[in-house]
């Protein structure tokens, strides 16, 4: 039975809050409206829903007794880390609780020789490196929230960062999951050896957005600190010109440790309070990183103000110091935030381009923002062809939101439409559930459906969210682009 059909029949609230304060401690059982309330949506905070109850395990024995009893009496329950995500992935169910994992905050083993960490789920992604920085490595993958996302989250959305150009996303850095699927069963995917016996299903639970396991503890790749690194910045006249740099320096066979872009309008909302140095004249600017020994930074810089100077750029300066390059990518990381100074609300996209389309999809975005009469910040891991579109808009205005979410749609299926996808790093959650019908066929979905059904029959694990029913699509009324292909492109559409 799935949790759907469930629901209807579930008035157990007070069984659940019984054998839930049989488990936890008072202070780690949340179940009034006012306890509650910061636990009803995570970043993305247009999607709201108050859950039945909150509980806070503070041992990974309590997390699988919580999750034995949610599903003895078929309560659908939601995993949380730090609720930094951007597409409501750990927004609660209605009928159902959410499992917060962080009180399980402890870095189990850092083992140097084999640069490799072990951590619990609610560590947030910096204190890893922070740990690490004594054996001089560090976690490569770098969200911009690390300072408050956890691992937890990380490998259930498969996060990336400005680092993972070079050094991989979360999937190419986890060695190891361990956890429990919904029953309390104990299981576990790799380990600290790069192959192992049995099928591969290490990357299956990496992205997986909650929906097969609670991950309980993690074994993450080390990277030895580089001895330098040093930033390009350089500034181009057209958003256009900027986006032809990036493929520019891909062709030329570099590899930046991190290749970022932001127009305009994101260096003008960013620099006043960062005041990262920023050239505010610019039209858009690239930041592009080398790391290495002090030679190989001195070839690859010099190879990048060459590539970046061919493809038109007005200026190029260059990072003279540690500070000055932390400072250059301090605008960047703040990029979100400061949408928030020039707006009362914004709306963070999250879609995967060619990277050669990307001068196009400005340019279509631009028209966009004239269709929907909001205006549109535009911030990207431009060497991933990752975009990150925000669509500035005020809730309180009527319509304005509506605006704004088709907007996004709009965005999403112009990714699909050039051979993209409709999420980068941020997952699908419930934000995208419907443009998961543009991307993938029937056959598709119904595959991630087996997969689901083979780690959770009854549907309990953070129901209705990443992967469309087939009824929903049919709702929705939208067609499947294979490899940017839309069937019957003659057709008119409305
Ligand atoms: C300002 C800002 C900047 C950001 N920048 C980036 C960026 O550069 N790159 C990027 O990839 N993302 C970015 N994000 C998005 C977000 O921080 C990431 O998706 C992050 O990985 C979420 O981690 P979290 O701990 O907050 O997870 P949550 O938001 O709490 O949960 C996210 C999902 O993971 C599931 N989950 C959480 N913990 C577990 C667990 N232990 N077991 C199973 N499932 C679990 C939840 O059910 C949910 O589906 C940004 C967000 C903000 C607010």
């Known amino acids: 039975m799935t949790a759907a059909e469930l629901a209807p029949a579930y008035d157990k609230r007070q069984d659940l809050l019984a054998a839930l304060a049989a488990i936890l401690s008072p202070e780690s059982l949340l179940s009034q409206r006012e306890q509650t309330a910061p636990f009803e949506c995570d970043g993305l905070a247009a999607f709201r829903q108050p859950p039945l109850a909150v509980a806070l395990p503070e041992t990974e024995d309590q997390v699988r007794r919580v999750l034995q009893a949610c599903h003895d009496l078929g309560v659908p329950l939601v995993a949380r880390g730090a609720g930094t ?123 997986s957005e909650g929906l097969l396991l609670v991950v309980t503890e993690v074994t993450l790749k080390l990277v030895p600190r580089p001895k330098l690194a040093r930033v390009v910045m350089a500034s181009f006249d057209d958003v256009v010109k900027a986006g032809n740099a990036v493929a520019a320096i891909i062709a030329a066979g570099i590899i930046p440790a991190g290749l970022e872009m932001m127009d305009r ?54 990072s003279q110091s540690e500070a000055e390059r932390l400072r250059f990518w301090s605008g960047r990381k703040n990029a979100f935030p400061a949408a928030g100074r020039v707006s009362p609300d914004y709306y963070c996209m999250d879609g995967t381009i060619p990277r050669k389309h990307l001068g196009k999809v400005l340019g279509a975005i631009e028209e966009m923002e004239k269709k929907y009469s909001l205006r549109c910040m535009n911030v990207f891991h431009a060497g991933d062809g990752n975009l990150h579109p925000l669509i500035l808009f005020d809730a309180n205005q009527p319509g304005e939101w509506e605006r704004a979410d088709r907007f996004g749609a709009d965005i999403l299926e112009l990714c699909v439409g050039l051979g993209g996808t409709i999420t980068g790093e941020h997952g699908v959650g419930i934000e995208k559930i419907n443009s998961m019908c543009v991307q993938f066929a029937p056959e598709e979905r119904e595959a991630f459906f087996g997969v689901k059904r083979a780690f959770d029959a009854g549907g309990l694990l953070n129901p209705g969210k990443a992967i469309p029913t087939l009824a929903r699509c049919a709702e929705y009324g939208k067609m499947h682009v294979h490899r940017g292909q839309l069937p019957f492109a003659d057709i008119p559409r409305f």
Do not use: W
Not at 93 to 109: F, M, P
Not at 279 to 307: F, H
């Open 85 to 207: 995500g951007l597409s409501g992935g750990a927004m609660p169910c209605a009928d159902g609780i959410v499992l917060s994992l962080s009180k399980l905050t402890r870095i189990l083993q850092i083992d140097p020789q084999a640069c490799i960490a072990r951590v619990e789920p609610g560590v947030r992604n910096l204190a890893v490196s922070e740990a690490a920085a004594q054996f001089g490595l560090y976690y490569a993958p770098d969200p911009s929230s690390q300072i408050a996302c956890s691992i937890g989250g990380n490998v259930a959305e498969n996060s990336g960062g400005v680092h993972c150009l070079k050094y991989g996303l979360t999937v190419h850095n986890v060695l190891g999951v361990r956890g429990y699927t919904i029953d309390g069963k104990p299981i576990a995917f790799g380990g600290a050896a790069l192959d192992g016996p049995g099928l591969d299903l290490l990357a299956l639970t990496i992205g």
């Open 265 to 318: 309008k994101a260096t003008n909302a960013v620099e006043p309070f960062v005041k990262a140095g920023y050239d505010l004249t610019a039209e858009a600017i690239l930041l592009a990183e080398s790391d290495g020994t002090p030679d190989e930074v001195a070839d690859e810089i010099a190879q990048l103000e060459q590539v970046v100077k061919a493809a038109g750029a007005t200026q190029c300066v260059v």
